[in-house]
């Protein structure tokens, strides 16, 4: 057997310890509707789907390069492990042993020298076309990688007001990989499952839909360090989840991110995840699983120490609270006093959007960035003006600035003026009218204007850069880290 394809077996077997597995192999010059269908009914058969990828030939049957052909493979998410096969698929199926061989629907009548080789050790050849009930259409585009090519809506009159221009954006940019950077807060896990609409039950007025893609990806205060590391950043992110494997996924996304993390272990919660039930285009329903009580005091010392050894050498810290109990009043207390002993710059979000906070707990930021909701609940006030509002948040949280996001129609600036009792208010309109997907902009907000701040750009500059990078976000499906690239493209339209 070739030495390549020993050791991709070798680490597969690994992999699928004690795992049910199923094999597919084939050419895969084209990936067409008939090989999506074979894969998700062979990943439907166990627990591991191992695809094997046909090696270059010189008899025409592959007519693209093989790593090519491999990297497509590799993208279907119901796919876990792929190779290139330099072997024959039965001399593969003898070492590798699969419970489940599948192979297409066309193969059944005909002879097929698998057969021998799983009869030998006891699996399963089943022969199948797939499922034909499925949106092609959901499956053959990534949404999250699919932009939509809209250019930004420039607000040149804002920059003139505020005396910055593209130029000083760039320069500002430029100096985001100087950064040592703490974000602290909730890990979630997102998963988007696409579903084809069957129709209406008959027994009841109920929306029928069957699953045929996930895909998931780290949210919460994991995205808002993955921004930071993205931009360029050096990263530090701290968290508690549970043990399972929600956690190993949000562990290994933040290792490829490049994001240095330190998650504690709570056994009393599982990691949060939230499920967005979704079909062309549009969320259907929302479930969210999690346990949202205080961590314990033994948690919040165990971070707290982990947390202080590295302040030294911190230009900025991020809060980024879900309200589901990651960060209680002491542990935020405690770290905001060591934060200001050591002049850190410190700057927080405090979502309420399915449960209640209070945004003003988070004291001396440089600044906050409620929602209009989160910052009428913060000081009770569900009459006043948007400006009056702002102050009242700002002196009730001591924050030196307060950034009021308003969905589509931008934000509100409210600048405070130290050692006076005067204020500098302005406007932002929305650089994106055309959002795909609006979750996760008030994460890729709060990150690109944070470390603007912390280059020691003003209040209008981090502004105008948060709404840049929220521009970028709302053009695609889930949570991706938005680069210094992406943000660059944007800025040269």
């Known amino acids: 057997m070739h030495p390549e394809t020993q050791k991709s077996l070798a680490l597969i077997k690994r992999r699928t310890q004690n795992k049910k597995t199923v094999f597919v192999s084939g050419n895969f010059n084209i990936v067409h509707p008939g090989h999506l269908r074979v894969l998700r009914f062979a990943a439907e058969c166990g627990d591991a789907l191992i695809v094997g990828v046909h090696g270059n030939k010189t008899d025409g049957h592959t007519l693209l390069d093989e790593q090519f052909r491999l990297e497509g493979i590799k993208s279907i998410t119901w796919v876990d492990f792929a190779f290139i096969m330099r072997d024959s698929p039965e001399e593969l199926i003898k070492e590798l042993r699969p419970s489940i061989v599948v192979k297409g629907k066309e193969h059944e009548e005909v002879y097929n020298p698998e057969s021998e080789a799983v009869k030998s050790y006891g699996g399963k050849l089943l022969f199948c076309s797939g499922d034909v009930n499925f949106s092609l259409a959901e499956l053959l585009q990534d949404e999250s990688k699919r932009i939509i090519s809209s250019s930004i809506v420039r607000h040149d009159a804002f920059m003139k007001r505020h005396g910055f221009d593209w130029d000083d954006l760039c320069r500002t940019l430029k100096r985001f990989e100087r950064l040592k950077v703490v974000v602290i807060g909730d890990t979630i896990v997102d998963e988007y499952i696409n579903c084809d609409p069957l129709g209406m039950s008959q027994e009841d007025p109920t929306i029928v839909v069957t699953p045929v893609a996930k895909n998931k990806y780290i949210g919460g205060a994991g995205i808002v360090a993955a921004h930071a590391r993205k931009m360029g950043a050096d990263v530090y992110f701290f968290s508690v989840a549970g043990s399972d494997k929600t956690a190993q996924f949000a562990k290994a996304k933040l290792d490829e991110y490049a994001v240095k993390s330190f998650i504690l272990e709570d056994e009393s919660r599982p990691t949060i995840l939230k499920q967005r039930f979704r079909s062309s285009g549009k969320t259907l329903l929302r479930?969210?699983?999690?346990?949202?009580?205080p961590i314990s005091k033994e948690l919040q010392k165990q971070q707290r120490k982990n947390l202080f050894e590295i302040l030294d050498e911190t230009d900025l810290l991020?809060?980024?609270?879900?309200?589901?109990?990651?960060?209680?009043?002491?542990?935020?207390?405690?770290?905001?006093?060591?934060?200001?002993?050591?002049?850190?710059?410190?700057?927080?979000?405090?979502?309420?959007?399915?449960?209640?906070?209070?945004?003003?707990?988070?004291?001396?930021?440089?600044?906050?960035?409620?929602?209009?909701?989160?910052?009428?609940?913060?000081?009770?006030?569900?009459?006043?003006?948007?400006?009056?509002?702002?102050?009242?948040?700002?002196?009730?949280?001591?924050?030196?600035?307060?950034?009021?996001?308003?969905?589509?129609?931008?934000?509100?600036?409210?600048?405070?003026?130290?050692?006076?009792?005067?204020?500098?208010?302005?406007?932002?309109?929305?650089?994106?009218?055309?959002?795909?997907?609006?979750?996760?902009?008030?994460?890729?907000?709060?990150t690109c204007s944070a470390l603007a701040a912390a280059c020691g750009a003003d209040i209008w500059q981090c502004a105008y850069l948060g709404s840049l990078a929220a521009a970028c976000q709302v053009e695609r499906t889930g949570n991706i880290p938005i680069s210094i690239e992406d943000l660059m493209a944007k800025m040269s339209k």
């Open 287 to 293: 479930v969210n699983h999690l346990r949202s009580h």
């Open 318 to 446: 991020i809060f980024s609270d879900f309200n589901y109990g990651i960060l209680p009043q002491p542990f935020v207390d405690s770290i905001v006093k060591r934060c200001r002993q050591k002049n850190i710059m410190m700057v927080a979000d405090s979502q309420s959007s399915s449960q209640v906070g209070d945004v003003s707990r988070f004291q001396n930021m440089f600044f906050l960035t409620p929602t209009e909701r989160e910052a009428r609940l913060a000081v009770r006030d569900f009459e006043s003006g948007l400006v009056v509002l702002a102050e009242k948040l700002r002196k009730k949280a001591l924050a030196q600035n307060i950034l009021i996001t308003l969905d589509k129609e931008g934000m509100l600036i409210h600048e405070g003026i130290l050692d006076r009792e005067q204020w500098e208010t302005d406007k932002l309109n929305a650089m994106n009218p055309v959002a795909v997907d609006p979750a996760g902009a008030g994460d890729s907000l709060l």
